[in-house]
């Protein structure tokens, strides 16, 4: 017997193995190296026992028994036969009648060559079937949303795709409809499968039946080249796989990678490789002629953008690196601080937290520590819009007993797995606070729930309308909770490796203090002179850009007219200065560009990233950039060299090795240890035994109660129209329509319905239909942001509202 009170001794195939006290006996059986066939269990779902194909036969006190080993845990001393003439027999008649009405059309079929019914039939099938009567038929396929089409002659009734929508993503749009010999899956009448998360359904279907509209038909799984890498949709960084036919990535799937995503990936980061394929892309560098550019050589634009920048010395200023690599990141802050000398540089466009916070919080969480957790404080963006994989994570959490508080001014996604909702209205936060700390009234069981042991605070701004201080003073409350961790929220891709590499203006790489005399000096022994003091961050940067005191802008894959909360100052700053545009597309921002220079996108290039909770992975190149696009990293250091200067930047791996080198945080990583054991899951940075120079306890910075009605909650959502969806074919209709929403009392107050016109004025004016929402806290009105229809509004604490009204009426 084993003496180890966490494992167990059994018998597999005559073999004696050790395996975990509890586990599933397919599941020890796999680890020890047995594999038993199955359709239906899935390691991160609950088992249900519905194909029969794991079937084994144990011993019992009565004699052998067959059963099913996805749904029985090992126990001590157990003695299983996973291929006796038995169960091979059985399997053989599982297969058998699966095969009954299953369609012989594997050559058409987007799974033929990677199909679980395909494998197990020929290495446990019978050989050839008895039945010869006509199989059922149905219309095929029949499309359930506008990504997922569902082949119902092919579905063997696994329930995977319905325990999915169920357990993991609380979606249960897709069920089980008939019974008999006419049950199958599908939707209910008038609700299609609009999940966020429909894809994972198609990635686990053992059998074809669900498969991605946007992948029918483009490759076979024995033509595609693929590489591991992450998802830099949002800032969870989820690990996929890229595959790619003929240079063009066609599918990405999700990679079980236990600390992150667990297999699972939101839509958008499984179909956002459709913007690699526009046809509107930046290939060649251009400059501006008249109202819109003509194409040049690489030598002319650069020359041009190094001759203007020089000429204005450090009046110039670097916004963006968020969406690239850490390598990119590195080389631009570089590029700003070294060679062009200035010290106004930002990572962010003031849509985040402050950077000491986002980058250097202590004690910070991980994601894993939300499957111990006992209790969990969400106040911050609604997870399933904004970093949709850590919503199924923290979903799964609560779920499995962690009491969950979620402070919101709307409902949430995780609302209906919540142990306390608490609702507030926009600029009311530093008041709930308080009384949220102090257990006041109804927040009594709040408060209580979050006295009581492991605590995991996800701290980050529900709304761009309100203060990034306010998730400090979030943050400083759950420090005086008992085994507190923070885990701050930031969306945009990789905006916490840029922080890491000092993109921000008081941060330096390797979360370093501008002000750390020491570290200043082992900086500028390697890149030269650096700026004195703190630069100006996002917003101060185009106001001194919009009243000429910057005379340049580079930027670095960021769209401020867009993204930043005051859309009229980014275009003021854009149009009046001298701009230099790394970017893969002309957007609204770089279309006020003198320069545009293209880049390599996401499987175009090699290069680190940094989630959230401080994990350092890789990405890997699987195809070539299109037409001149390079590496952003590349161009700067070709700027630099035009410059006068040089920055050394002729390898990814060189440029790690002395961000590593550089970088206190990033001590002790080498570039070879992502591709091998534990690093290729990624590596969280510091190293244990390494103190990086900043540590940020955050504290309560007393904010002020602002009253003003109606408040503005301005947040964003999933699919919306930045430049990344909008050349998505697959994602750019599922953008919701832009709409005022308002608690059915205010609503009243106004004399509007649902489906009136109202204008409201913030930074800019628009006029939108009206969305009944009992939901959101009264006096509030909720703008999704970042809409065509939304993007002049901006983010202001109040906004004034006036009913449109007909003509006549």
């Known amino acids: 017997m084993a003496d180890a009170p966490d494992q167990v001794s059994i018998t597999l195939d005559g073999r ?4 975990p006290r509890g586990a599933l006996l397919i599941a020890a059986a796999i680890e020890a190296g047995t594999y038993i066939p199955h359709f239906c269990w899935h390691p991160r779902m609950k088992p249900v026992g519905m194909c029969r194909m794991c079937l084994v036969e144990i011993d019992t006190p ?3 028994m067959l059963t099913t080993s996805c749904t029985t845990p090992v126990a001590d001393g157990m003695v299983v036969e996973t291929s006796s003439p038995v169960v091979k027999k059985a399997q053989e008649g599982v297969i058998e009648f699966l095969l009954i009405n299953h369609p012989l059309d594997c050559p058409v079929c987007d799974k033929g060559g990677e199909c679980p019914l395909q494998d197990q039939t020929l290495a446990y099938g019978p050989g050839d079937g008895r039945f010869v009567e006509e199989k059922r038929h149905y219309p095929k ?3 359930i949303s506008d990504l997922v089409a569902l082949d119902r002659e092919r579905c063997i009734l696994c329930a995977r795709c319905t325990r999915f929508s169920e357990e993991i993503s609380g979606d249960p749009l897709i069920e089980f409809v008939d019974r008999g010999n006419h049950v199958e899956v599908n939707t209910f009448p008038n609700h299609p499968f609009t999940s966020y998360f429909s894809g994972n359904t198609v990635q686990i279907c053992p059998v074809g039946a669900l498969t991605a509209r946007p992948y029918r038909f483009r490759a076979r799984p024995w033509d595609l080249e693929a590489v591991e890498a992450v998802s830099t949709v949002d800032s969870v960084h989820s690990k996929v796989s890229l595959e790619a036919s003929m240079n063009e990535i066609v599918r990405i799937s999700g990679v079980d990678c236990d600390p992150t995503n667990q297999g699972w990936l939101s839509d958008k980061d499984r179909f956002v490789y459709e913007h690699l394929l526009a046809d509107d ?18 030598g002319e634009a650069v020359g041009l953008a190094a001759s203007r920048l020089a000429d204005l010395g450090g009046a110039v200023a670097g916004l963006g690196g968020a969406r690239s690599t850490n390598e990119d990141a590195y080389v631009f802050s570089r590029f700003l601080r070294g060679v062009v000398g200035t010290p106004h540089l930002d990572a962010q466009l003031d849509d985040g937290l402050a950077p000491e916070f986002a980058a250097a919080v202590e004690p910070r969480a991980l994601i894993d520590d939300l499957d111990d957790a006992d209790a969990i404080l969400l106040w911050g963006p609604d997870l399933k819009e904004e970093l949709p994989v850590l919503y199924l994570r923290v979903r799964k959490a609560a779920t499995a007993g962690a009491k969950l508080v979620v402070v919101h001014p709307r409902r949430t996604g995780l609302d209906d797995v919540a142990a306390h909702t608490i609702r507030y209205r926009p600029g009311e936060g530093p008041a709930l606070l308080r009384r949220l700390a102090a257990g006041e009234g109804d927040l009594a069981e709040a408060r209580d729930a979050l006295g009581a042991g492991k605590v995991v605070a996800l701290v980050g ?3 761009l309308a309100e203060p990034a201080e306010l998730a400090e003073a979030v943050a400083a409350f759950a420090l005086t909770l008992d085994d507190a961790r923070i885990l701050p929220l930031v969306r945009r891709g990789n905006v916490f490796g840029a922080l890491d590499m000092g993109l921000a203006p008081t941060l330096l790489p390797g979360r370093v203090s501008v002000d750390d005399a020491e570290r200043r000096r082992a900086l500028a022994a390697r890149w030269g002179s650096l700026p004195d003091g ?29 993204d930043h909360p005051r859309p009229d100052l980014a275009r003021r700053a854009l149009e009046r200065a001298f701009v230099v545009a790394l970017d893969l597309f002309v957007t609204d921002s770089t279309r006020h560009a003198d320069v545009v220079l293209p880049v390599a996108g996401l499987g175009e290039i090699q290069g680190t990233v940094t989630n959230l909770e401080g994990r350092v992975q890789k990405l890997n190149r699987v195809v070539p950039p299109p037409g001149q696009a390079r590496p952003a990293w590349s161009i700067l250091d070709d700027l630099a060299a035009a410059l006068g200067s040089e920055l050394e930047a002729d390898a990814v791996e060189k440029i790690f090795e002395e961000l590593a080198t550089l970088a206190p945080a990033y001590e002790g990583l080498t570039w070879d240890r992502f591709d091998w054991a534990e690093g290729r899951d990624g590596v969280v940075v510091p190293l244990e035994g390494v103190t990086p120079p900043l540590r940020h306890v955050p504290s309560d910075p007393g904010l002020a109660v602002v009253s003003e009605r109606p408040a503005l909650h301005l947040a964003r959502v999933l699919y919306d129209d930045g430049v990344l969806v909008r050349h998505c074919p697959s994602l750019a209709s599922l953008a919701p329509e832009a709409a005022a929403h308002l ?14 016109r109202v204008r409201l004025e913030g930074v800019g004016v628009v006029e939108l239909p009206v969305v009944l929402d009992p939901t959101l806290a009264e006096g509030t009105v909720y703008v999704p942001f970042n809409l065509a229809e939304t993007a002049a509004l901006g983010a202001v604490p109040s906004v004034r509202i006036d009913v449109v009204r007909e003509a006549g009426s």
């Open 62 to 64: 009565r004699g052998k």
């Open 461 to 463: 701004r529900p709304g």
């Open 281 to 298: 892309r930046v290939v060649v560098p251009l400059i501006a002629n008249g109202d819109g550019f003509r194409e040049a050589s690489w």
């Open 16 to 19: 004696v193995v050790e395996v």
């Open 141 to 143: 396929p029949i499309p």
């Open 534 to 562: 703190v630069g100006m961050g996002a917003t101060d940067i185009l106001e001194a850009a919009a009243s000429g005191r910057i005379g340049a802008l580079v930027l670095l894959g960021v769209d401020p007219v867009r």
């Open 743 to 756: 608690h059915p009392r205010d609503a009243s107050v106004l004399a509007v319905r649902e489906g009136d």
